[in-house]
């Protein structure tokens, strides 16, 4: 998960729940997508973009 949208190579925007941290912290899924891509051997599929991630 990030909270970097220009990371992803596709990206679908979609309000998704929540996600919580190991300090029971949470944020906001607001979608999820590819990063890296195929070609390359790099992707990176089903990454959540999350508003307020510590990563």
Do not use: A
């Not at 992803?8 to 590819?34: A, C, P």
Request: net charge negative; proline share 2%.
């Amino acid at each position: 998960m990030t909270e970097d949208p220009s990371k992803f190579s596709s990206l679908k925007l979609k309000n998704e729940g929540f996600v919580t941290y190991g300090d029971n912290n949470k944020g906001r899924i607001l979608g999820h997508g590819n990063i890296g891509n195929s070609s390359s051997l790099t992707l990176i599929e089903n990454v959540f973009l999350v508003e307020g991630s510590e990563t």
